[in-house]
Nanobody, 127 residues
Framework: QVQLVESGGGLVQAGDSLRLSCAAS????????MAWFRQPPGMERELLAA????????MYADSVKGRFTISRDNAKTAVYLEMNGLKPEDAAVYYC????????????????????WGPGTQVTVSS
């Protein structure tokens, strides 16, 4: 089992940058694909970025490609989301999640396979 806790959210202005962190505890962190999701008010949860067990391969949603970067540090059992050029439409609750890894060549993209979730951190972007 993996416990996840996000941090780093807050209120920023449009165009600003923010770095989210997700601290993981439990066993075998490096055997999990990790991902960041977000859920704006009244909308469905959206997969933003995912990273393979080793950190070698990443994927991004079109909405954040080129602006957001996912990374992980298996020694520190942490995953990060660097967000640049924030827009008001990026405002949401951001979640990190873990899925049992199955491939070294691409991260898991199916949301239902992410079985461990953090409580979320709020990101607010003012225009």
């Amino acid at each position: 089992q993996v416990q996840l806790v996000e941090s780093g959210g807050g209120l920023v202005q449009a165009g600003d940058s923010l770095r989210l962190s997700c601290a993981a505890s439990g066993r075998s962190f490096s055997s999990y694909d990790m991902a960041w999701f977000r859920q704006p008010p009244g909308m469905e949860r959206e997969l933003l970025a995912a990273i393979t067990m080793s950190g070698a391969v990443t994927m991004y949603a079109d909405s954040v490609k080129g602006r957001f970067t996912i990374s992980r540090d298996n020694a520190k059992t942490a995953v990060y989301l660097e967000m640049n050029g924030l827009k008001p439409e990026d405002a949401a609750v951001y979640y990190c999640a873990a899925a049992r890894g199955s491939s070294y060549y691409e991260p898991i993209k199916e949301a239902y396979k992410y079985i461990y979730w953090g409580p979320g951190t709020q990101v607010t972007v003012s225009s």
